[in-house]
């Protein structure tokens, strides 16, 4: 078989055939048990590079080779797929896979995508050639009755319904909710077969709703024992032989200030004045890496873990609570290890002139929250209240520093929820950006930078260092150009050529405070690269820094604990030993792929928690109106946001008349029509117009917790 169907595929060179087509070729009926047979050979041939598959699952010999592409898949509402790239494409936009193209991909798999002929303006589409990787999980959803037998409706996207026999309901009811886990794929046609392993029962509180939403994005959940026996073994007390090794600043003003519901602080601030009157700053980490050592079992779950996933009502830490909470933790009269950077600044202009490091041992003096540390330094009362004034003018010195040599700030809404007795959320609040987070995050952003120049610093005859860095790459020239397009055509100026951060804050201080601020902040986030971790360095283009890493946040981020890792070797007499320097030239690449990809994980899974939670606000105010704004104008309808963050759609079905999306403006316009006016002439009404931060008056019509969609309609529009 193999023999023959290489033959007529070099026969027929250069053009490409659907399965059936081949085996008509070959005289092979679709029911014969040979056709499984040409299927299954047809495919290892391609494995081996011996015929190519084409668009729409053609096979051929000398066909145009495609660009290939592996990332996660993620099924939309439509039944479509939209593929996010692994962090080493050469792709940043997802990729869109229609429902034909999916083969037997599921939603959360790792696939590999053929990318298909791109049209002018259009976004990219491919085909999926294999399933990479599928991870074991279990997915829940809805038993539906089918023919002859039941289906289980996942509830996470619109994808594949799961066939379940009767025999695999395990005693589940049509309209219950249930956890069912994969046991046969089928082929790419059919749909995949399951086994139910929990029946919930047909209601669900919002324990079980994060519970779900935990196993949609596969997170990890409790510790293995043999790490929870390593983080228990450690002793309360720092032994005094450690102490020893390390500078003791226990007799120093240092404090922590952090979220008033924080459980683990990972960071602490001094500040003291040198005698050339230059001022020195010092940024003290939770030495992690004494506790988590390399190799070990609470280091290899670190890995796997990545990072903590702060879901709305609480944590998925990366590390026990023996470590996060206690050990690691910077807890005020409290002795802790740790990691310090001191930085030497121009008290006038910001500048920092030279940073030291060194391990450390602190005793906090006090824990601040955001608020305390906000009214001391506004109010000049209570205890360090001078201080704080202190470092809150260093800091803002640090960032006008920062902004005059071209740092992007953006500035985004956090959404907090307030929660009852039995923690179910109650309340959905924008967080106030307080003077005293800004400081915060320009001392973390400066030890960050300290740690990567450094490094920098130590690189010999040019050759990088292996290290792990934080980038951000330039945007995407294209996406900039039709901004620049849609900005001229709204009144305002963006230069896209060879842009620049310095440019592009300038362009976003041009819109401060106009209508148009919200679009263009949203479409500009759009055209910029994604952050990531990379052990080559290109810099870090929204910051405007050549040089960037993760330093501070050894406790929730994995990242930073390697960082601390590497900073110590390359502080040794002689620097890192070159058999560990060849060790990490092969780990990094993959350690950056991984935790880029967890950390992305992370974000989706916190997104996705916050839209449960307003729902849970939501579910019960229908028929209930409230002002809105517009936050998104797609040719479906339009987004529009509540005051206190929630969010849903108004579906152009709801508006009166027939819309239009103008994409130059990015508005949904009425169609205008004609009426008879006063003496019978003929006259065009006049359209309405909806774009980005029009003000609305909203009435809440549904809100369907199963597939995370809520629908507005509008009442009136507000001038």
């Known amino acids: 078989m193999r023999k023959e169907l290489v033959s007529i595929l070099k026969q027929n060179e250069g053009q490409l055939f659907k399965t059936n087509e081949i085996s008509k070729m070959m005289r092979i009926k679709s029911d014969d048990p040979e056709y499984q047979d040409l299927r299954h050979l047809i495919h290892s041939l391609e494995e081996e590079g011996v015929i190519q598959r084409g668009s729409r699952r053609r096979f051929g010999i000398g066909g145009a080779k495609r660009d290939t592409v592996e990332g996660l898949i993620k099924f939309t509402p439509t039944g479509n797929a939209l593929v996010h790239p692994s962090t080493e494409s050469a792709i940043d936009d997802t990729i869109l896979v229609r429902k034909r193209d999916l083969g037997d991909a599921n939603d959360g798999d790792i696939v590999k995508v053929a990318l298909l002929p791109k049209k002018k303006d259009d976004r990219p589409q491919g085909e999926v050639l294999e399933v990479v990787e599928r991870p074991t999980k279990a997915i829940t959803g809805k038993v539906r009755k089918g023919r002859s037998n039941y289906y289980v409706v996942p509830e996470d996207s619109n994808g594949r319904d799961i066939m379940v026999t009767r025999k695999d309901l395990q005693g589940a009811r049509e309209g219950d909710r249930v956890h069912v886990e994969l046991y046969d794929l089928q082929d790419e046609f059919g749909s995949p077969e ?21 196993e949609e994005y596969n997170l990890p959940g409790e510790f293995p024992q043999d790490v929870l026996d390593e983080a228990h073994a450690y002793p309360e007390e720092i032994p005094k032989a450690e102490i020893a090794k390390r500078l003791d600043l226990r007799g120093e003003t240092i404090f922590t200030i952090d979220p008033e519901d924080a459980k683990d602080f990972d960071d602490a601030v001094s500040l003291t004045k040198n005698d050339d009157g230059t001022l020195q700053l010092g940024v003290h980490i939770a030495d992690v890496s004494h506790y988590v050592t390399e190799g070990s079992a609470l280091d290899e779950e670190a890995l796997f ?28 009269d409290e002795d802790k290890l740790t990691y310090s950077v001191f930085m030497d600044v121009e008290p006038d202009t910001g500048k920092v002139l030279k940073a030291s490091f060194a391990k450390s041992v602190i005793r906090s003096v006090m824990r601040f929250s955001y608020e305390e540390a906000e009214e001391r330094t506004m109010t000049g009362k209570g205890k360090y209240a001078k201080l704080l004034r202190e470092m809150k003018k260093l800091s803002e010195k640090l960032y006008q520093y920062r902004r005059q040599h071209g740092s992007i700030d953006f500035e985004t809404d956090e959404v907090r929820f307030r929660f009852d007795e039995n923690w179910v959320p109650v309340e959905a609040y924008k967080k106030e950006r307080l003077g005293s987070m800004r400081m915060i995050e320009d001392f973390m952003l400066a030890a960050n930078r300290a740690v990567a120049e450094f490094i920098s610093r130590k690189a010999k005859q040019g050759r990088e260092l292996p290290f792990l860095y934080r980038i951000h790459a330039d945007p995407d020239p294209e996406k900039l150009r039709e901004l620049a397009i849609l900005a001229k055509a709204l009144g305002y100026d963006l230069k896209a050529e060879n842009a620049s951060p310095a440019t592009i ?80 030239y092969q780990e990094l690449p993959d350690i950056a792929d ?21 729902m849970f606000l939501l579910k019960d105010l229908v028929g209930e109106e409230f002002e809105a704004t517009v936050s998104g104008v797609t040719n479906f309808g339009l987004f529009v946001q509540l005051e206190n963050g929630a969010e849903g759609l108004v579906h152009v079905r709801q508006l009166p008349g027939r819309f239009y999306f103008d994409e130059v403006h990015y508005t949904l316009v009425q169609q205008s029509s004609s009426y008879r006016g006063p003496g019978g002439m003929r006259e065009k009404s006049k359209s309405k117009r909806y774009r ?7 009435q809440l019509i549904r809100v369907n917790q199963e597939r995370r969609e809520v629908d507005f309609r509008i009442v009136e529009d507000v001038i």
Request: hydrophobic fraction near 35%; charged fraction near 25%; proline fraction near 4%.
């Open 692 to 698: 980005m931060g029009d003000k609305l008056r909203v």
């Open 505 to 584: 804050q300038k362009f976003l201080d041009s819109i401060k405070g106009k209508p148009e601020e919200k679009l263009l902040n949203q479409l500009m986030l759009r055209s910029m690269a994604k952050a990531v971790y990379a052990e080559h360095n290109v810099g870090h283009f929204g910051l405007a820094f050549m040089h960037y890493t993760h330093f501070t946040s050894p406790i929730r981020r994995y990242p930073d604990l390697i960082v601390h890792r590497m900073l110590f070797q390359y502080q040794q007499k002689g620097g890192m030993k070159s058999e560990r320097m060849h060790q990490y």
């Open 594 to 614: 991984q935790t880029s990809n967890l950390e992305r994980r992370a974000t989706e899974a916190e997104r996705a928690s916050n839209k449960v939670a307003q």
């Open 305 to 332: 873990r990545g990072t903590s996933v702060y879901l709305v009502g609480g944590v998925i830490p990366m590390l026990p609570e023996r470590l996060s909470n206690e050990l690691c933790s910077l807890r005020p």
């Open 194 to 214: 399951g086994r139910v392993t929990t029946v919930m029962g047909q209601t669900m509180n919002f324990k079980d709703e994060m519970a779900k939403l935990a």
